[in-house]
């Protein structure tokens, strides 16, 4: 089943994330989404996510794809204008890649080229719009295409919102978000506010799917409160990190209870570890989802 | 206001390829930042000295971007005449017109930064990104393009941590535009779809 039938069918959906090599090798990437079949229903590809140069997301979901992987290919606002985002997507599209990730962007300055320019000629919001143009037959000047993309567009969102970033949020889910992949949560209370918010869109509910990230140590822990915009590991959390005989499975223990407990209260879950995908499959064999 | 700094000073020199130099500051912006006023000039004057350049004159014109003609600056500062470069300790728009009409070698003193001003004895920078297509009314006064350093125009990017933006070491705009919406009770202004920039605006159209 494609992953736009499966977000129309209401079954849980488990994606996860992986980052394209740093360099032309693909037997990394590979070998992460061999990890990852049979087990997660599309892989996220980033793009050069904090702002780290990468292979482009769209080559990387490519050769996915040619393997047998269905893909969700991230594209962000800091590294193109709108010509080459667009130039990029109808690419994307032609190569196969039918469902994307739109998202601001890193600040260069967040990463391994700190120099570079920051473009940001649109934001999340309006290249949303763009999508939609595109997936309508248009680009953004209005000009025909020949041959319309076919994308099923998902944006990103922190679980806790202020006043400002939940009317950015139904902004998304009006210029055409149909699913919603979310900052790692800890706790499954934090979700209650955010789906109801999410809930007020009605008929055009986009799906819900929660980040989950395995943690590694207490230290992984704090550093994650401490320098991630949108995350916020509880106390009692920590407290089980720092206790734990074997801080690495109590993290997959915490993770596999939590998505045991989503099953029932959001629309699937976005696996994003720090490292690799090495116990991804058996947090979700935990939760009993595979 | 235009907001320059200067340029660390060793790298003025490594670029001053010429001996004898006339220095030429700027009673505005720079005057008042103090980076390009009389102290300023008089400072650098020593510095060169001391890296054994000839200082043939200087002096801190009244407005290094709104000059009458070159003629005039000619003939309020003669010593010009025996100069091989000028360097200027103005903003980039000073430097430009100077040596637009200048028929030597001109060098900037100063890094030009932003658009800003000065409001109770305070300079506040970066206040206005020229994008010549101003919009400040629908969020409270506050420069979406500047102020927010990702210049979005929908909402903030989501990456501020306990109201730091994610970029530089300040408050993140869009916490600011919030906060006076909410004063001047404009909030539903938040709700409005934006549309991208047309960037045929900035300026470069009408030259
Ligand atoms: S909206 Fe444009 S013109 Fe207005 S202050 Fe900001 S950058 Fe300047
Ligand atoms: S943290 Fe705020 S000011 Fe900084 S880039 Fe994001 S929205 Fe803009």
């Known amino acids: 089943m494609s992953f736009r039938d499966k977000l129309l069918s209401g079954d849980f959906i488990v994606t996860a994330e992986i980052s394209p090599p740093k360099g032309t090798d693909k037997k990394p990437l590979l070998n992460e989404a061999a990890r990852l079949k049979g087990v997660a229903d599309a892989i996220n590809i980033t793009d050069n996510q904090r702002a780290i140069m990468r292979m482009s997301p769209s080559a990387a979901c490519s050769i996915l794809q040619d393997n047998g992987y269905e893909t969700i290919m991230h594209i962000t606002c800091r590294d193109r204008n709108r010509l080459s985002l667009q130039s990029e997507l109808l690419g994307a599209c032609g190569m196969g890649i039918r469902n994307i990730l739109v998202m601001t962007g890193d600040h260069p300055s967040k990463g391994d080229h700190e120099g570079a320019k920051p473009v940001y000629d649109l934001d999340s919001v309006q290249l949303l719009e763009l999508v939609r143009k595109l997936n309508s037959g248009y680009d953004f000047s209005g000009n025909r295409l020949e041959g319309r993309t076919d994308f099923t567009a998902g944006a990103v969102s922190n679980t ?5 970033s939940l009317i950015k949020l139904k902004k998304k889910i009006k210029s055409g978000a149909s699913f919603f992949q979310t900052q790692a949560i800890f706790e499954a209370d934090s979700l209650s506010d955010f789906i109801d918010k999410i809930d007020e869109a009605g008929p055009k509910r986009p799906k819900v799917i929660v980040g989950i990230m395995p943690l590694r140590s207490e230290k992984n822990a704090l550093f994650l409160n401490k320098n991630i915009a949108g995350i916020k590991v509880p106390d009692k959390i920590i407290k089980r990190m720092r206790e734990a005989n074997d801080p690495a499975s109590e993290g997959i223990e ?9 099953k029932s209260l959001c629309d699937g879950v976005h696996i994003m570890p720090v490292k690799d995908h090495e116990n991804t499959k058996k947090i979700l064999e935990m939760a009993g989802i595979r | 206001m235009i907001i320059s700094r ?15 130099i006339f220095i030429i500051g700027c ?11 009389e102290p300023e000039v008089l400072e ?6 001391t890296s054994k350049k000839n200082i043939v004159g200087w002096n801190v014109i009244s407005s290094a971007c709104n000059i009458k003609s070159w003629e005039e600056i000619l003939s309020q500062n003669p010593a010009i005449g025996k100069a091989q470069a000028l360097l200027v300790m103005s903003c980039g728009g000073g430097v430009s017109v100077i040596s637009g009409c200048a028929e030597i070698q001109t060098y900037p003193a100063l890094d030009t930064e932003s658009l800003g001003g000065t409001c109770c004895e305070e300079t506040v920078k970066e206040q206005c990104g020229l994008c010549g297509d101003c919009v400040t009314w629908m969020y409270g006064g506050i420069c979406p393009v500047s102020r927010c350093a990702k210049s979005l125009l929908n909402g903030p990017c989501g990456g501020a941590i306990e109201g730091k ?5 300040r408050p993140c705009g869009w916490d600011l535009i919030y906060e006076k919406l909410k004063k001047l009770k404009k909030l539903e202004y938040l709700e409005v779809f934006v549309a991208p920039k047309d960037h045929t605006r900035n300026g470069r159209r009408t030259i």
Not at chain 1, 160 to 164: G, I
Not at chain 2, 28 to 34: E, G
Not at chain 2, 44 to 49: C, D
């Open chain 2, 44 to 49: 650098m004057e020593k510095k060169l000295l």
């Open chain 2, 6 to 20: 200067q340029k660390e000073f060793n790298d003025i020199l490594k670029n001053l390829a010429e001996n004898d």
């Open chain 2, 27 to 37: 009673g505005k912006c720079a005057s008042k930042l103090h980076v390009g006023g």
């Open chain 1, 160 to 164: 806790r919102l202020d006043y400002v």
């Open chain 2, 165 to 169: 933006c994610e970029v530089y070491d």
């Open chain 1, 254 to 262: 915490i993770a596999a209870d939590l998505v045991r407990e989503l």
